[in-house]
């Protein structure tokens, strides 16, 4: 089975901080990861994705995440937030060759001025 | 630009009526999902298919029923709806060339009275 953990529902900071949303997930072999946004009233959209390869990978709009196996981890960080970023973001995980995509419970980010 | 168009965008049911969720997409992808959207957790997979005339059970099949006639369509079918039904559901499409991604729809509010 795989699951994904987003230990935080809600993070706020200030515009122009840095940011770190955190994501485990659970599988047991080599995992394909992916980061999602989602704006109000919208469907999710992809910000970055990792199968293999440099384990840190570079997103849209200046975001990256971090693949550690060693913590089943893959934490999405950004050196300087803005107010448009406010948006719910979600951690998924898919398993090999199965088509099945689980998604974290979401991190709500909201960047104050 | 990857296309997945879902419909109705709002439904009002009564309880034990029957709806129909459709789906459509335009990019030849073979995967499709259906997912619901509910605060506290997250998307949670509903069915899924992996190509015309598949259906796959997800993490929360129960109550639900998924038909998949054609590469383009995907409907989720409620025969006897609940309130507890009462989500935001989305569709998406796939593949898995690479690491690849879903593309989502706008989503669908349904409201189970």
Redesign the interface.
């Known amino acids: 089975a795989q699951s994904v953990t987003q230990p935080d529902a809600r993070v706020t900071v200030s515009e122009g901080a840095s940011l770190q949303l955190r994501c485990k997930y659970s599988y047991s072999g080599t995992p394909y990861l992916f980061w999602y946004v989602q704006y109000p009233r919208q469907g999710l959209q992809l910000l970055l994705k990792y199968y293999s390869g440099d384990p840190v990978v570079q997103g849209v709009n200046g975001f990256e995440a971090e693949f550690i196996k060693s913590n089943s981890s893959f934490h999405l960080r950004k050196a300087s937030v803005h107010w448009s970023d406010s948006a719910v973001y979600f951690c998924a995980v898919r398993g090999g060759s199965n088509a099945k995509l689980t998604f974290g419970k979401g991190t709500k980010l909201s960047v104050k001025s | 630009e990857a296309a997945?168009t879902q419909s109705p965008r709002n439904k009002v049911a009564v309880t034990g009526g029957k709806v129909t969720l459709s789906c459509n997409q335009t990019n030849n992808h073979n995967?499709m999902?259906w997912?619901r959207q509910d605060t506290?957790?997250?998307?949670?997979?509903i069915h899924?298919s992996?190509g015309a005339g598949s259906t796959?059970k997800?993490?929360i099949p129960d109550g639900y029923k998924a038909s998949r006639p054609s590469q383009e369509n995907f409907s989720l079918i409620l025969e006897l709806a609940t309130p507890s039904q009462t989500s935001v559901y989305?569709c998406?499409s796939?593949d898995?060339g690479?690491?690849?991604?879903?593309y989502?729809?706008?989503?669908s509010k349904l409201t189970v009275l």
């Open positions: 997945v995967n999902y997912y506290g957790h997250g998307l949670r997979l899924y992996y796959e997800g993490d989305f998406a796939g898995w690479g690491a690849g991604q879903l989502f729809g706008e989503g």
